[in-house]
């Protein structure tokens, strides 16, 4: 079965990259425009990893990350975070909400592949 | 590898204009003093989405300018900056800036680049006033941040210890996966310490008990070991001892990936998208999923070998169906090009805020039925006549405070956008309560240009339609606001470009009401077919004032060929189209044919044509798309029978009727008329 990927971005631009960067590279891929959205999607499938932009509308991706760790499929699931450097302070509420790691924005897709594929194993 | 990125760049721009738009409109929301911490949240969010974007998609000047911008909404979103009346300014000008930033980019232009530094350096300096944290240096976004030791000593090697908490693994992060890629570093040698793993009916399976003695034998920067562990240094006890040697070599920094790709296309602007709602898409498979069903009950028939009563039936049901279903299609499909004027109304408060503030006049704007929806290239084109219109309100008919108090009116003015449909089309109202228009000022103004003859009995909706006549806008009339060069027959002339009508009412010292109609959509025209020997014609219904048979006593023929048609109290030049489009017509004798009344550009013109056909919708066909731009010609459209027919633009026609017809010194008023 392929490995699947839940990205979680506002931004659709971003989305669309992330999607194209790892359809390209083999894995399959939901997309999610919010945390709410993303939570969702989650719940009602299994995921090997997720992507996840830190200020989005409706839930913020701090939120979704505690969200999913309460779920017992998402206990050890790897989640990063699409953060950038001025939000440094981010990332460390991130981690406390349980998130696995980060990805600086911005990245290029070569970046994000070598990080994924890393975590991925 | 590389993977080429630049097809988002289109989506980055919508998207990012569409952020620009929401930071807009939420920054004058803010209240000053006591700012609403949700309203700064989406500013900050639609910033920060631009500057994530833009770095990613390579626009470095945009992530470094925004990169101040956000950090100052950090700030304010964090409470620690309060929000001043002057950084919503300085913010609201660096919206500006950046609509142009990603304008230029967008068509490959050229920045401003002094604007732009002259913006950024307001941002730093509003970031470094009045508040204790030191002001954020624009440039280091894509610095890395992990390597806060600079190592230049070579090394044999590093001795890891690494004891992971007992939660580590809550995080998603594996110890095996940081192992694995320390080996890629170098030479690694593990050995594992599992004295903490407890009895198994102790053992809790979540937790992880094991800790590590890493020996990495490789000559790399300490950055390049921390970074890998980097996503767990809290959640760990982790020594990293160097392995020193002697032979002092100092290694390359192999920690240097480039931040992001330079290949950028020009993304062409034509490919902007259009956003649907789900629900109009649902509505358009509903529909389509009848058309289908209409199909196969009229397919039943096809086999039936005698028609009798009731297949007869059955067909004119079917055919019922198929013409019902087919109008509602047609509708749903166009409902997809609509989107809320909402989207024209929303720079309204905007421009309203910072005119007021420059004329020091009080303005309240009411903005009501922004949820009515019209086609989205009317949309686009109507844009620029509103904001005339709306400067011109600001402008001349709110007048200042304390006039008003004189007057007995409240000091502040007020300014309503109203739009609504009514009748296929859509009405936008602009309506001030200000002095209303100066009556004698402009029938003075129009005398002067020769517009008016001294003795011309002449009414005031007359008087005040003469402000739409070319050349009105005057420097003594319109200030260098509204001026700009573009006066009030542009106005109109861009709203009769879309087959659109402009109006104004206006009551002396009460206010104005300016009137916008517009068709709906673009794609469709209420028409009337008209025949000129073998082709028909259709004259949009929207320009016609009435129809009538030719008296001949009522026709005027003045020098050479110019004919006139007395109507009423009204002299109308008329037109015979088969001389304008060259056909040969059935008949040249004016009370043989028709007159068609229609007006174009605030002057009537009677147009000669051999018969009415009937009045119906027609879908318009682009001639320039489809073959070349035609003199006096809109468009085409296909009748029911399969024939083309071709729809007069009547501004065009009545150009061409200058042209051909009447000599240069019988030129009237409207030489200015030029194609808008």
Same mark, same amino acid.
């Given at each position: 079965?392929?490995?699947?990927?839940?990205?979680?971005?506002?931004?659709?631009?971003?989305?669309?990259?992330?999607?194209?960067?790892?359809?390209?590279?083999?894995?399959?891929?939901?997309?999610?425009?919010?945390?709410?959205?993303?939570?969702?999607?989650?719940?009602?499938?299994?995921?090997?990893?997720?992507?996840?932009?830190?200020?989005?509308?409706?839930?913020?991706?701090?939120?979704?990350?505690?969200?999913?760790?309460?779920?017992?499929?998402?206990?050890?699931?790897?989640?990063?975070?699409?953060?950038?450097?001025?939000?440094?302070?981010?990332?460390?509420?991130?981690?406390?909400?349980?998130?696995?790691?980060?990805?600086?924005?911005?990245?290029?897709?070569?970046?994000?592949?070598?990080?994924?594929?890393?975590?991925?194993? | 590898?590389?993977?080429?990125?630049?097809?988002?760049?289109? /989506?980055?721009? !919508?998207? +990012?204009?569409? =952020?620009?738009? @929401?930071?807009? $409109?939420?920054?004058?929301?803010?209240?000053?003093?006591?700012?609403?911490?949700?309203?700064?949240?989406?500013?900050?969010?639609?910033?920060?989405?631009?500057?994530?974007?833009?770095?990613?998609?390579?626009?470095?000047?945009?992530?470094?300018?925004?990169?101040?911008?956000?950090?100052?909404?950090?700030?304010?979103?964090?409470?620690?900056?309060?929000?001043?009346?002057?950084?919503?300014?300085?913010?609201?000008?660096?919206?500006?800036?950046?609509?142009?930033?990603?304008?230029?980019?967008?068509?490959?232009?050229?920045?401003?680049?002094?604007?732009?530094?002259?913006?950024?350096?307001?941002?730093?300096?509003?970031?470094?006033?009045?508040?204790?944290?030191?002001?954020?240096?624009?440039?280091?976004?894509?610095?890395?941040?992990?390597?806060? /030791?600079?190592? !230049?000593? +070579?090394?044999? =090697?590093?001795? @890891?210890?690494? $004891?992971?908490?007992?939660?580590?693994?809550?995080?998603?992060?594996?110890?095996?996966?940081?192992?694995?890629?320390?080996?890629?570093?170098?030479?690694?040698?593990?050995?594992?310490?599992?004295?903490?793993?407890?009895?198994?009916?102790?053992?809790?399976?979540?937790?992880?008990?094991?800790?590590?003695?890493?020996?990495?034998?490789?000559?790399?920067?300490?950055?390049?070991?921390?970074?890998?562990?980097?996503?767990?240094?809290?959640?760990?006890?982790?020594?990293?001892?160097?392995?020193?040697?002697?032979?002092?070599?100092?290694?390359?920094?192999?920690?240097?990936?480039?931040?992001?790709?330079?290949?950028?296309?020009?993304?062409?602007?034509?490919?902007?998208?259009?956003?649907?709602?789900?629900?109009?898409?649902?509505?358009?498979?509903?529909?389509?999923? !009848?058309?289908?069903?209409?199909?196969?009950?009229?397919?039943?028939?096809?086999?039936?070998?005698?028609?009798?009563?009731?297949?007869?039936?059955?067909?004119?049901?079917?055919?019922?169906?198929?013409?019902?279903?087919?109008?509602?299609?047609?509708?749903?499909?166009?409902?997809?090009?609509?989107?809320?004027?909402?989207?024209?109304?929303?720079?309204?408060?905007?421009?309203?805020?910072?005119?007021?503030?420059?004329?020091?006049?009080?303005?309240?704007?009411?903005?009501?039925?922004?949820?009515?929806?019209?086609?989205?290239?009317?949309?686009?084109?109507?844009?620029?006549?509103?904001?005339?219109?709306?400067?011109?309100?600001?402008?001349?008919?709110?007048?200042?405070?304390?006039?008003?108090?004189?007057?007995?009116?409240?000091?502040?003015?007020?300014?309503?956008?109203?739009?609504?449909?009514?009748?296929?089309?859509?009405?936008?109202?602009?309506?001030?309560?200000?002095?209303?228009?100066?009556?004698?000022?402009?029938?003075?103004?129009?005398?002067?240009?020769?517009?008016?003859?001294?003795?011309?009995?002449?009414?005031?909706?007359?008087?005040?339609?003469?402000?739409?006549?070319?050349?009105?806008?005057?420097?003594?009339?319109?200030?260098?606001?509204?001026?700009?060069?573009?006066?009030?027959?542009?106005?109109?002339?861009?709203?009769?470009?879309?087959?659109?009508?402009?109006?104004?009412?206006?009551?002396?010292?009460?206010?104005?009401?300016?009137?916008?109609?517009?068709?709906?959509?673009?794609?469709?025209?209420?028409?009337?077919?008209?025949?000129?020997?073998?082709?028909?014609?259709?004259?949009?219904?929207?320009?016609?004032?009435?129809?009538?048979?030719?008296?001949?006593?009522?026709?005027?023929?003045?020098?050479?060929?110019?004919?006139?048609?007395?109507?009423?109290?009204?002299?109308?030049?008329?037109?015979?189209?088969?001389?304008?489009?060259?056909?040969?017509?059935?008949?040249?004798?004016?009370?043989?044919?028709?007159?068609?009344?229609?007006?174009?550009?605030?002057?009537?013109?009677?147009?000669?044509?051999?018969?009415?056909?009937?009045?119906?919708?027609?879908?318009?066909?682009?001639?320039?798309?489809?073959?070349?731009?035609?003199?006096?010609?809109?468009?085409?459209?296909?009748?029911?029978?399969?024939?083309?027919?071709?729809?007069?633009?009547?501004?065009?026609?009545?150009?061409?009727?200058?042209?051909?017809?009447?000599?240069?010194?019988?030129?009237?008023?409207?030489?200015?008329?030029?194609?808008?």
């Amino acid at each position: 079965m392929a490995t699947r990927i839940l990205a979680v971005d506002d931004s659709t631009s971003m989305r669309q990259m992330v999607t194209f960067t790892l359809k390209g590279a083999g894995y399959e891929v939901e997309e999610a425009a919010d945390g709410q959205q993303a939570l969702d999607i989650a719940k009602g499938g299994k995921f090997d990893l997720v992507l996840s932009d830190v200020n989005m509308p409706v839930m913020d991706g701090i939120t979704l990350v505690k969200e999913l760790r309460s779920l017992s499929n998402y206990k050890f699931t790897p989640i990063l975070m699409l953060t950038t450097e001025s939000t440094g302070d981010k990332k460390t509420e991130g981690k406390s909400a349980g998130a696995t790691g980060w990805i600086v924005k911005p990245f290029n897709p070569e970046q994000l592949l070598t990080t994924i594929k890393k975590v991925l194993g | 590898m590389s993977i080429d990125i630049s097809q988002f760049l289109q /989506t980055f721009f !919508e998207e +990012s204009f569409e =952020g620009l738009d @929401i930071m807009e $409109s939420e920054l004058l929301n803010l209240n000053v003093g006591s700012a609403d911490k949700e309203t700064i949240n989406t500013i900050f969010r639609a910033a920060h989405s631009i500057k994530g974007g833009s770095g990613t998609f390579g626009l470095s000047s945009v992530a470094d300018y925004t990169h101040v911008l956000e950090t100052l909404l950090d700030e304010m979103r964090d409470g620690k900056r309060d929000v001043t009346q002057q950084s919503v300014d300085v913010m609201l000008q660096s919206v500006d800036v950046l609509r142009e930033m990603l304008n230029a980019l967008q068509d490959n232009l050229d920045l401003d680049h002094d604007r732009i530094a002259s913006s950024h350096k307001q941002l730093t300096d509003l970031l470094s006033s009045d508040t204790s944290l030191p002001a954020a240096s624009s440039t280091d976004s894509n610095a890395p941040k992990d390597s806060d /030791t600079q190592e !230049e000593n +070579s090394s044999g =090697g590093w001795i @890891i210890n690494f $004891s992971p908490y007992p939660d580590m693994m809550k995080t998603g992060n594996d110890p095996v996966r940081i192992i694995r890629e320390l080996e890629e570093l170098g030479n690694l040698t593990i050995e594992l310490n599992d004295e903490k793993v407890p009895s198994l009916d102790e053992l809790e399976p979540e937790s992880c008990y094991l800790s590590w003695k890493l020996t990495l034998h490789a000559d790399v920067p300490i950055d390049a070991v921390q970074d890998v562990f980097s996503w767990v240094d809290d959640e760990c006890e982790l020594q990293i001892n160097e392995i020193i040697i002697s032979d002092g070599y100092s290694g390359p920094d192999r920690r240097a990936p480039e931040s992001t790709g330079k290949a950028r296309k020009a993304a062409s602007k034509e490919q902007t998208s259009i956003r649907v709602g789900i629900d109009k898409v649902d509505d358009l498979i509903n529909m389509v999923g !009848e058309l289908v069903i209409t199909q196969s009950m009229l397919h039943q028939l096809h086999d039936v070998e005698e028609f009798n009563q009731n297949t007869l039936e059955r067909l004119q049901d079917g055919l019922a169906q198929l013409e019902q279903h087919t109008r509602e299609l047609q509708e749903n499909v166009m409902r997809i090009r609509m989107m809320p004027i909402s989207f024209a109304f929303q720079r309204f408060p905007r421009l309203v805020r910072d005119l007021s503030n420059q004329f020091g006049k009080n303005i309240e704007l009411k903005l009501t039925g922004e949820q009515t929806e019209l086609d989205k290239t009317v949309m686009e084109k109507i844009g620029d006549p509103l904001v005339h219109l709306v400067r011109n309100s600001l402008d001349h008919g709110i007048e200042m405070p304390e006039i008003r108090a004189e007057a007995g009116k409240p000091e502040t003015g007020t300014i309503e956008l109203n739009a609504f449909h009514r009748g296929g089309n859509i009405i936008i109202e602009i309506k001030d309560d200000g002095a209303g228009l100066n009556t004698q000022k402009i029938l003075q103004k129009a005398k002067e240009n020769g517009l008016v003859k001294e003795g011309d009995t002449i009414t005031t909706e007359q008087v005040n339609d003469l402000i739409f006549q070319p050349g009105f806008s005057t420097a003594d009339v319109v200030s260098d606001v509204s001026g700009r060069g573009v006066g009030m027959d542009v106005v109109r002339r861009n709203i009769r470009a879309l087959n659109g009508s402009v109006e104004v009412v206006s009551t002396p010292g009460v206010g104005s009401v300016f009137t916008i109609r517009l068709p709906i959509t673009l794609a469709i025209l209420d028409g009337q077919l008209v025949r000129v020997g073998k082709e028909t014609y259709v004259i949009p219904l929207i320009s016609i004032i009435e129809s009538l048979q030719v008296k001949n006593e009522f026709v005027n023929a003045v020098t050479g060929s110019a004919e006139v048609y007395k109507l009423r109290d009204e002299y109308i030049p008329i037109l015979r189209l088969y001389e304008i489009f060259d056909v040969e017509p059935d008949t040249k004798n004016l009370s043989a044919g028709m007159l068609v009344i229609v007006e174009s550009e605030g002057q009537k013109l009677a147009i000669f044509v051999d018969e009415l056909l009937s009045q119906q919708q027609v879908v318009i066909k682009s001639l320039e798309t489809n073959f070349r731009k035609i003199d006096g010609l809109s468009g085409a459209t296909i009748l029911g029978d399969g024939t083309v027919a071709l729809i007069a633009d009547i501004v065009g026609v009545y150009e061409l009727y200058q042209k051909k017809i009447v000599p240069s010194e019988l030129k009237v008023i409207h030489d200015g008329g030029v194609a808008a």
